[in-house]
């Protein structure tokens, strides 16, 4: 319990300060700051901690693999933000990445 409070502060900290970032200076500034590493620093310390180093850099590894989905799941909201508006691309990529999770998946099996 004390891991996911630690990971839900971590989060919303994160959340919030980006979005300050981004309103006060400059969007692409906030975004280049939201992919800091907080969330994936204390998830591979807890579960180190919880079952060891082999575990940490597997996790590790399907990071790697889910920029994958990720990626295709961003340039969807780049590319069809302006044309059929923001929320309708977000459910989109969100769509694109759901179906690309599992490819990631198999694919991570095969090379990692």
Do not use: C
Request: hydrophobic share 60%; aromatic share 12%.
């Amino acid at each position: 319990m004390h891991e996911l409070l630690i990971r839900f502060l971590i989060g919303g900290a994160v959340i919030a300060g980006t979005t300050w970032i981004a309103e006060l200076f400059d969007p692409k500034f906030g975004g280049i700051i939201a992919n800091i590493p907080s969330a994936t620093i204390v998830s591979l310390l807890i579960l180190e901690n919880a079952v060891g180093d082999k575990a940490a850099v597997s996790f590790a590894k399907g990071l790697v693999i889910g920029n994958i989905p990720w990626f295709a799941y961003i340039f969807t909201v780049i590319l069809f933000t302006e044309k059929i508006g923001l929320v309708k691309s977000l459910a989109l990529g969100f769509v694109l990445w759901l179906l690309l999770v599992p490819v990631a998946f198999k694919l991570s099996q095969l090379i990692l």
